[in-house]
């Protein structure tokens, strides 16, 4: 929870609850041979070594308002430390992780670098610093009775749990957990990151059964195994494709190129511009320094192909239909520049990438493609 209550006390309590899977997918990611995470087992988030002393259990509060002497975050966590069904015996360290920065005055903040001795005569300096009458009023307060039932456990009890509590505190926000994990992927492009770290959240929620909920060292490196090779391969972008016309000089540049020079066969001398303008920009994105560059290089020749198919059973049909050589071959070059692009996977490419591509097929001489129709 935060200092203060939403308006919706269900989504802060699941934005709490979310909170508390991040952290223990983060600790999923050091887990060794034989360790496993456990959610709610005896408490939040429970790191299970086969060595005691390697095993942790972490109470995890997400709260705005600060750690002060007298914060409930503290105390209820423990008494239930404390408590005989904990079996602190088990673990090594007890963390309370809090998104909390320390208070000002409190008298907790070399709690870390402490021994269960000092850290013990810290304790009593904060209940005692209570005027005696709050403390044995009739009816305490809240804090007041966590309190007391610490202060009055065992002493040996109580100097044992206090030695094993670590205290971390202004801890990263879900925000920063979960950029944090993005950080320790490796090997996935930018573009499925994202989509590897919800797909782990997934599989961290799925786990949970009305049993147990327990993620081990084994199952966790499989299914980043599983999603490395979901997701290493590039997902394919375009670059950017405006629709470029060219300018006069750049018309005059390329007007002996064979492309241009076939289009001026037919004498569709208005459309060598826009040709000469798809043409260049495909030229220039196959220049461009693009993270996926192979790949791209590599679909442009297996699609321009495809193109090249579909181009020539179009120029046979349109050969088969010609009445004048001049208009039927113009009309056969207005349809394949304005046809839509075919799919490319599960994408469109821009009409400036396809027509551009079928210009560079024309100024292929060994193709031998061109406009013309023959009568």
């Not at 952290?23 to 429970?46: A, R, T």
């Not at 307060?141 to 610490?150: C, E, G, Y």
């Not at 241009?260 to 569709?268: D, F, L, S, T």
């Not at 050589?325 to 070059?333: E, F, H, T």
Request: net charge negative; aromatic share 10%; with cysteine.
């Amino acid at each position: 929870m935060s200092g203060g209550q939403t308006k919706n006390a269900a989504l802060t309590t699941a934005l709490a609850f979310h909170y508390q899977v991040l952290i223990g997918l983060d600790k999923c990611f050091s887990l060794e041979e034989g360790q496993s995470i456990w959610f709610e087992k005896d408490g939040d988030v429970s790191l299970i070594s086969p060595v005691t002393l390697a095993s942790t259990q972490t109470e995890v509060k997400n709260y705005a308002s600060p750690l002060t002497d007298h914060h409930e975050n503290l105390w209820k966590t423990l008494k239930n430390w404390l408590a005989p069904e904990f079996g602190h015996t088990q673990y090594g360290v007890l963390v309370l992780h809090t998104t909390q920065g320390f208070g000002a005055k409190t008298r907790l903040k070399d709690w870390n670098a402490q021994s269960d001795e000092q850290r013990l005569q810290v304790l009593r300096d904060i209940f005692f610093s209570r005027p005696e009458d709050e403390r044995n009023a009739e009816k305490p307060s809240d804090i007041i009775k966590l309190q007391k039932a610490v202060m009055e456990v065992d002493e040996a009890l109580l100097r044992n749990i206090l030695d094993k509590v670590t205290l971390i505190t202004e801890a990263q926000s879900a925000e920063e957990i979960g950029r944090r994990i993005l950080k320790m992927l490796k090997g996935i492009p930018n573009n499925n990151l994202h989509k590897y770290l919800e797909w782990l959240i997934g599989f961290v929620y799925a786990q949970a059964t009305q049993q147990s909920w327990n993620i081990s060292h084994q199952a966790f490196a499989a299914k980043c195994e599983e999603l490395t090779a979901l997701l290493c391969k590039k997902e394919f972008t375009f670059p950017v494709f405006a629709g470029y016309g060219a300018s006069e000089f750049e018309v005059d540049l390329h007007q002996d190129r064979p492309f241009v020079q076939k289009i001026a066969e037919i004498e569709h001398y208005e459309m060598i511009p826009d040709a000469v303008g798809n043409w260049l920009e495909l030229q220039n994105s196959l220049l461009e320094q693009l993270d996926e560059y192979p790949l791209y290089r590599d679909k442009t020749v297996i699609y321009q192909n495809q193109l090249v198919k579909k181009y020539q059973l179009a120029h046979s049909s349109a050969q088969l239909e010609a009445t004048d050589a001049i208009k039927s071959s113009k009309l056969l070059y207005n349809r394949t520049i304005a046809e839509q692009p075919l799919n490319m996977g599960n994408d469109i490419p821009p009409i400036e990438y396809k027509n551009g591509l079928i210009h560079d097929a024309m100024d292929d001489e060994e193709r031998d493609l061109k406009w013309r129709v023959e009568t």
